[in-house]
């Protein structure tokens, strides 16, 4: 694990205990179990990786179930859909094949706040099949119409990422327009970009790994890609920062069907336990290091209103009316034949980027 997600999580780790300990706890296993045994087990995963398996099963022999079997899939399990179009670091395969990522973290952190000692990961195409066969699918966006969206513990938005350990947040439009920029090609950030109109002079990759490794070496001045995706490869590169973002944030939360009116309202306790107690900051440090929540705040100041392109209805490539502006459709496959960024996601190979511009990225190998 690079340095910098290890220090961040150390750092977020000591603001979620810093209540406990001003009130006079001696140690780490004073702490309220209902917030200290989450934290815990958490840092001790990334700190002694050796018993990691130990201190899940222990912790988990202790849970008592907030949640009714009858509201499960599964007696005592938390199914959870993660989306087959996800990418790094939201869901991302490991070395071994098995599934990870802030997603994955996050759904673990809310079946322990659930008190369910077993969680199963299933790969869904889109929200509607996966709620027909799981408790809960994460990375949902709000604007979401066939479900219930609870919480907000990530955010869908393009980053923009500048050279320079210390930058401004948000950068003015000013700063950004006429520099050149590096973009993954056919990516929807390529085409976003272009309907500002800034005058960029615009530089393409076939990958988000080699847009961040020549923003390293200062041959571009600026990356536009997914927000999180260039946090998550920022944090394999000495100074890079986030600049900002070219578009409102729009929060990524957990869908639960809309008639599951009791699992919603406990999946929403769990939500707002974790993100309380800095468990949820922890999960995403992991990955991202001290990234920021993305609000209107983090948006690039005096960008002009996007210019929308015209749609030709005869085109094949143009995507569906849910996707006609840019915007990634619910099978993964972006409108007028743009794809999603693809993060790479190992820091040093060049990633791939299938027909249907979907990926799921290759984990950084950590024990």
């Known amino acids: 694990m690079p340095r910098s997600r290890f220090h961040s999580i150390l750092g977020v780790a000591a603001a979620a205990l810093s209540v406990s300990l001003l009130a006079g706890?001696?140690?780490?296993?004073?702490?309220?179990?209902?917030?200290?045994?989450?934290?815990?087990?958490?840092?001790?995963?990334?700190?002694?990786?050796?018993?990691?398996?130990?201190?899940?099963?222990?912790?988990?022999?202790?849970?008592?179930?907030?949640?009714?079997?009858?509201?499960l899939v599964t007696p005592g399990t938390l199914t959870v859909g993660v989306r087959s179009t996800g990418t790094a670091p939201l869901v991302m395969t490991g070395s071994d094949g098995s599934t990870m990522g802030i997603d994955v973290d996050t759904a673990y952190a809310l079946a322990d706040e659930l008190g369910l000692a077993h969680v199963e990961f299933v790969s869904v195409t889109n929200v509607a099949a996966g709620l027909a066969s799981c408790d809960v699918v994460m990375s949902v966006d709000a604007t979401q119409g066939d479900c219930t969206v609870v919480g907000s513990y990530a955010q869908s938005a393009l980053g923009v990422f500048a050279a320079g350990d210390t930058v401004a947040t948000p950068i003015a439009?000013?700063?950004?327009?006429?520099?050149?920029?590096?973009?993954?090609?056919?990516?929807?950030?390529?085409?976003?970009?272009?309907?500002?109109?800034?005058?960029?002079?615009?530089?393409t990759?076939?990958?988000?790994?080699?847009?961040?490794?020549?923003?390293?070496?200062?041959?571009?001045?600026?990356?536009?890609?997914?927000?999180?995706?260039?946090?998550?490869?920022?944090?394999?590169?000495?100074?890079?920062?986030?600049?900002?973002?070219?578009?409102?944030?729009?929060?990524?939360?957990?869908?639960?069907?809309?008639?599951?009116?009791?699992l919603q309202a406990n999946v929403q306790a769990a939500l707002d336990a974790i993100q309380t107690n800095g468990v949820a900051d922890?999960?995403?440090?992991?990955?991202?290091?001290e990234f920021p929540a993305l609000t209107e705040a983090t948006v690039v100041t005096g960008l002009p209103e996007p210019q929308e392109e015209p749609v030709d209805e005869g085109d094949e490539n143009s995507g569906n009316a849910d996707a006609q502006n840019g915007d990634e459709g619910e099978d993964g496959v972006s409108g007028n034949g743009y794809s999603a960024d693809d993060a790479g996601a190992d820091g040093t190979d060049a990633g791939?980027?299938?027909?249907?511009?979907?990926?799921?990225?290759?984990?950084?190998?950590?024990d």
Request: aromatic fraction near 8%; proline fraction near 3%; charged fraction near 20%.
């Open 25 to 71: 706890c001696s140690g780490i296993s004073e702490i309220p179990s209902g917030v200290g045994s989450v934290v815990q087990s958490i840092i001790k995963d990334v700190t002694d990786p050796v018993t990691v398996e130990q201190a899940r099963a222990a912790r988990r022999a202790e849970l008592v179930p907030a949640v009714s079997d009858e509201d």
């Open 173 to 203: 439009a000013t700063e950004f327009s006429g520099k050149t920029v590096g973009v993954q090609e056919s990516s929807v950030s390529q085409a976003s970009l272009a309907k500002l109109g800034l005058g960029n002079f615009e530089e």
């Open 205 to 262: 990759f076939s990958n988000l790994n080699e847009a961040f490794d020549a923003l390293a070496a200062g041959s571009v001045d600026y990356v536009v890609c997914d927000a999180y995706a260039g946090a998550y490869l920022a944090c394999t590169h000495e100074g890079i920062s986030f600049a900002g973002t070219i578009d409102t944030p729009v929060p990524v939360g957990v869908a639960v069907s809309t008639d599951a009116t009791s």
């Open 282 to 289: 922890i999960a995403k440090s992991r990955w991202v290091g």
């Open 352 to 366: 791939t980027d299938d027909s249907d511009g979907t990926y799921i990225g290759s984990a950084y190998a950590f």
